[in-house]
């Protein structure tokens, strides 16, 4: 019976088509009745996520001042020490809480030449979580997030300079509280003899960071650091440990001062170096009157500026800070500083700070990192970047002209042993665009052909504030962030070398003549 069925709905089927299909051919198509509904809204397409932006051109200043720089490559010179000045000590900005996000940054901060990175807060509870107490009374201690970071720091070929600070919760303190002395000393302990344990030995350590800051008397400084530094010693005899590392040396309380003092009186307690902070300052004077006061107590010890920068706050908002070339903590200001602290008789310079994070959520607020919270590299990166690359030997560099008898508009100039490069490095601190004219003598090059290659850094090359001060930028580089390569030229070897450069306001050009 089902076969039936099915044919005689068939049937019935066929018919109504055949039924709908007169009843058209007589009619005609229906005209559908009006709509009532809105239709939905066309909206244009959705831009990019941000611009395209393309390689930027310079872009010179109404008038200029000149200048003249002459060198010898004759000249012995001097012996260039990076490991002087490529140094810097990370702030400790939320952003730290993540342990990825400063590990992430490490090889950037490689790529600018770092040889050493200072990273405090390793005892509180803020960052590391090294120090528990337990039901007994007793203390543990975990390394694992502590060693995350400084196993990435040395990773990248880096070392690490650890400043024990501050006080665990486990004490019963807050964190900046002078830490009861017996369970410090034991922390302290721990830290070095875990490096110790893993083949790290003669390390620096730094007691404390900013006890001006925290209001701290030199009484107060002094107790932690009497406990503090046998610890250290205890645990690696090779080891190096120093303080006071307050934010001025002439702040409230004294505690440079009289820290010196305490050390020159009191030679059983270790002191192999000393520390201070230098900002608010364009010049090295505070290495002087360190030097000095070290000599007035008898000590013959090493001088480590482990913080600077010009103006240490670090949200005065965009533009400020180390944001742009012609920020106050700036290309041309840095370039210029770090010339001078090549000079300087301090042991070694740590700029604050390779990785900024204070405004998070921003792109740029005035803060003085070398890289932004996200990654780009500043107009200050890139000149770190430039010492990187100089030569291994210093050659004197006389400037006359507009501003060069301070060395507002001043250079550097190197030779290397190894490749017979020269390069010329130069800064306008000034608002406006110097002409210079640079003059090279008794080249290695009478032969052959030279190839001469000038990077700029100006208000819009190789400075990522002019790419997105007030966007993010997701390109990576962003298109000029780094300094770019702004003429490329290979000529016939000559023993000189003469030709007029421009010099940007608030800029940094760099030279390198090599043989081709």
Known sequence: RLPRRTHRRTIVAVAAVALAAALVACT???????????????????????????????????????????????????????????????????????????????????????????????????????????????????????????????????????????????????????????????????????????????????????????????????SVYRASAPAVKAADPTARVGG???????????????????????????????????????????????????????????????????NPTMNLGPGNGSDSNSSPTGAAYVARRLSLGLESGAERLFYFSPVEGLSYWLPYNGDLGLLTVDGHRKSAGNVFEMYSHLGDTLIPLSGTGTATENRAVGGIATKDSTTSETTVLLWNTTGSDAAATVKLTDLPYSSGAIRVTQRMISGTQGNGYFDSSTTVMPSRPSPNENAPVVSDTVVAGSRTYSEEITIPATGVVEVRISPT
């Open 28 to 222: 005609g198509s229906p005209t559908p009745a009006p709509s009532t509904t809105t239709p939905p809204p066309q909206y244009p397409a959705q831009p990019d996520f941000a611009p395209v932006l393309q390689p930027a051109e310079f872009v010179p200043t109404a008038d200029s001042t000149t200048a003249t720089f002459t060198a010898s490559y004759a000249d012995t010179g001097v012996a260039y020490d990076q490991d002087k000045i490529l140094n810097a000590s990370q702030g400790g900005y939320a952003t730290m809480t993540n342990p990825r996000w400063f590990i992430d940054r490490l090889p950037q901060i490689s790529e600018l030449g770092m040889k050493q990175v200072r990273i405090d807060h390793v005892l509180n509870d803020k960052y590391y979580h090294v120090v528990t107490a337990q039901p007994d009374g007793t203390y543990a201690y975990d390394f694992t997030r502590l060693d995350a970071v400084v196993d990435a720091i040395l990773a990248e070929g880096m070392q690490p300079l650890i400043a024990l600070s501050y006080t665990p919760s486990a004490f019963g303190k807050r964190d900046y509280r002078v830490p009861p002395l017996t369970p410090w000393a034991e922390a302290v302990g721990a830290v070095v003899s875990h490096y110790v344990s893993l083949g790290h030995t003669g390390w620096d350590w730094e007691v404390w960071n900013e006890p001006d800051y925290n209001r701290w008397s030199a009484e107060d400084y002094i």
């Open 244 to 310: 006071a590392t307050a934010s001025y040396y002439t702040s409230e309380g004294d505690i440079s001062p009289t820290f010196i003092k305490f050390a020159g009186a009191n030679r059983d307690v270790p002191v192999d170096f000393f520390s201070v902070h230098s900002y608010s300052s364009d010049n090295w004077d505070v290495v002087d009157m360190a030097r000095a006061d070290l000599t007035a107590a008898g000590l013959d010890i090493p001088i480590q500026i482990t913080e600077w920068a010009l």
